[in-house]
Nanobody, 124 residues
Framework: QVQLVESGGGLVQPGGSLRLSCAASGSILSINAMGWYRQAPGKQRELVAVRTSGDITNYADSVKGRFTISRDNVKNTVVLQMNSLKPEDTAVYYC??????????????????WGQGAQVSVSS
């Protein structure tokens, strides 16, 4: 299968910045989409930003102009730069990836993987 390892996050004051990074590992054949979702307490998980292998990017309206997603298709990494953070950005952020991998049996299978989650807290 494919594993995602996240780093970054933490506590920041309103208006501050944070950076989240995620690296995918495993017998990856291709990653069609890679990005970030978040889940605040008592709320459903929601899309933050996702970038496809064709460089199509989709941002949540609430983060447009403040967050920037970048992806390295060779290294299988994705970074979320978060600027002008607001208290409502407080959530656990999950890295997400979808694509295809080589199985131990020599075949190709699809995967959808999630990272372990990184806490982002915005508070004065």
């Amino acid at each position: 299968q494919v594993q995602l390892v996240e780093s970054g996050g933490g506590l920041v004051q309103p208006g501050g910045s944070l950076r989240l990074s995620c690296a995918a590992s495993g017998s990856i054949l291709s990653i069609n989409a890679m990005g970030w979702y978040r889940q605040a307490p008592g709320k459903q998980r929601e899309l933050v930003a996702v970038r496809t292998s064709g460089d199509i990017t989709n941002y949540a309206d609430s983060v447009k102009g403040r967050f920037t997603i970048s992806r390295d298709n060779v290294k299988n990494t994705v970074v979320l730069q978060m600027n002008s953070l607001k208290p409502e950005d407080t959530a656990v952020y999950y890295c997400y990836a979808r694509g295809f991998y080589n199985t131990n049996y020599g075949s190709v299978s699809g995967f959808t993987s999630w990272g372990q989650g990184a806490q982002v807290s915005v508070s004065s």
